[in-house]
């Protein structure tokens, strides 16, 4: 466990680091969470009638504005931004909704998105100064929970990442895909155990680099994506024609903005446990801005809802490299790839088995550190033990059995298709029974200070 920065000096989060080590350990963020921010794209394009050649647009367009939501996030101006190493993206949470929104409509769809995008995020910006304010019922009991499921709730798309990511290709969990995904984490582990310093920080993107290499004579590498892309190409705003309103899309987006703000909350609790500053209000309430702000400027250049990456989070547990400056700068190469899609392409190189071998790595640290703060959570106490076994149990729900609430209301399943949305409410619901509504004024007073002092308890930090 790393010690907190002394008083007086700098802080990790804010250290800027030597130019190469800051360029590498932010390739590093953006391998990690390249696949997250291309996939939805990937998926609303042609469900809603675009061409390959416009859907690529929608890719560039995604990794262009990813960049600028992670800058606002990293550096932010005013009261906008956590501050903090947070990656932004594109939020896999509305994928569903907007395929529902836009299918077989093509242009006209992409622009009923895009508008009610733009009037959600504008909603979750004016509301964010009340929503951080939800902070103080997440005591470690709750952090704790929702931590976990965020490890645990990743780790499916590190094995899918493994079989190869495309369940209806003929090669999907194969013998060669999930072999390559098992050698590239052994070589991860292997650099993490062997290497020291800066090196063993960036294991990762080395085990990335190392899996790939590897995966060349294997013949699961894919060369195309190099060959077609463009060497330069800027997302024009409003490529798909203005933006169009219409009542029921604008509703479903905003359901899916409520999701992601509380979803982001949860990843900024995790994120400021183990960098060693514990987000407060503040915080909180700089991050939602920056993530609503992102998302409302997204559209524009033809770009979806963003929000946290959890993987990240799992990246920064796992390298001990705090400085929000590293990740800005995986936020200026995200800009960097979305103007030129021939770079784009060479880390679309990545295979995803080898990604889904380091996946499962960087998603295990985040569910470690979410055990760890469980650890402190006095679960010998009161009910406590009773509010986690609910909450991990309830989300992980769409993990275990995926069709489990496939009879509700599709606008309802935005929420409940996501482990950590339903795991976090309930988990609140029940510390709010269990340990605050009901009690006499002395037992009240006494689970308070409990409260108190496991929030202010020294942070948690995987390493």
Not at 328 to 338: E, T
Request: aromatic share 6%; glycine share 10%; net charge negative.
């Amino acid at each position: 466990m790393s010690e907190p920065a002394q008083s007086g000096s700098t802080h990790p989060v804010d250290e800027t680091l030597p130019p190469l080590k800051m360029f590498t350990s932010g390739l590093q963020h953006v391998a990690a969470m390249y696949a997250g921010v291309v996939a939805p794209p990937m998926v609303v394009g042609p469900a809603v009638g675009l061409t390959p050649k416009e859907t690529a647009f929608l890719v560039a367009a995604s990794l262009f504005t990813a960049g600028i939501a992670t800058l606002l996030q990293t550096l932010g101006f005013w009261r906008i931004g956590a501050r903090l190493p947070f990656v932004n993206g594109v939020s896999f949470a509305g994928v569903t909704p907007m395929v529902a929104i836009g299918k077989d409509r093509g242009h006209e769809g992409i622009a009923v998105i895009f508008g009610a995008i733009i009037v959600a995020s504008l909603l979750g910006f004016v509301l964010a100064p009340y929503f951080c304010k939800l902070v103080r019922f997440f005591p470690p009991v709750v952090t704790g929970t929702v931590i976990t499921l965020i490890g645990v709730s990743l780790l499916p798309v590190a094995f899918n990442w493994s079989q190869g990511g495309n369940a209806t290709a003929d090669d999907y969990g194969s013998t060669t895909n999930i072999v390559m995904a098992a050698v590239t984490l052994v070589i991860v582990l292997a650099l993490r155990k062997l290497l020291r310093g800066f090196l063993q920080q960036i294991a990762i993107l080395l085990g990335l680099i190392a899996g790939t290499l590897i995966a060349i004579p294997v013949g699961i590498t894919d060369f195309g994506a190099i060959k077609d892309a463009d060497v330069v190409g800027f997302p024009t705003p409003f490529h798909f024609g203005a933006p169009q309103f219409e009542i029921a899309a604008i509703v479903s987006m905003c359901i899916v903005m409520l999701v992601c703000m509380t979803e982001s909350t949860a990843d900024m609790l995790a994120l400021g446990k183990i960098v060693d500053r514990p987000a407060d209000e503040r915080t909180i309430e700089g991050g939602l801005r920056a993530d609503t702000l992102g998302s409302a400027v997204s559209p524009l250049f033809n770009g979806f809802m963003c929000s946290a990456f959890a993987q990240n989070i799992g990246l920064v547990a796992m390298t001990k490299v705090r400085s929000r400056f590293v990740v800005a700068v995986g936020g200026g190469i995200l800009i960097v790839l979305g103007l030129v899609p021939v770079a784009a392409s060479v880390i679309a190189l990545v295979p995803l088995p080898v990604l889904g071998g380091a996946g499962i790595v960087l998603f295990g640290s985040v569910a470690a550190s979410g055990i760890q703060t469980l650890a402190t959570a006095a679960l010998e106490k009161g009910e406590n033990a009773l509010i986690v076994a609910a909450a991990v149990g309830i989300g992980l729900i769409p993990i275990a059995a995926p069709d489990f609430y496939h009879a509700f209301p599709k606008d309802l399943l935005v929420v409940l298709d996501s482990g950590i949305s339903t795991g976090c409410v309930v988990a609140i619901v029940l510390n709010l029974a269990f340990n605050h509504l009901g009690r006499k004024p002395d037992e009240a007073e006494d689970a308070e200070t409990v409260t108190e002092e496991l929030a202010n308890a020294a942070p948690v930090n995987v390493h």
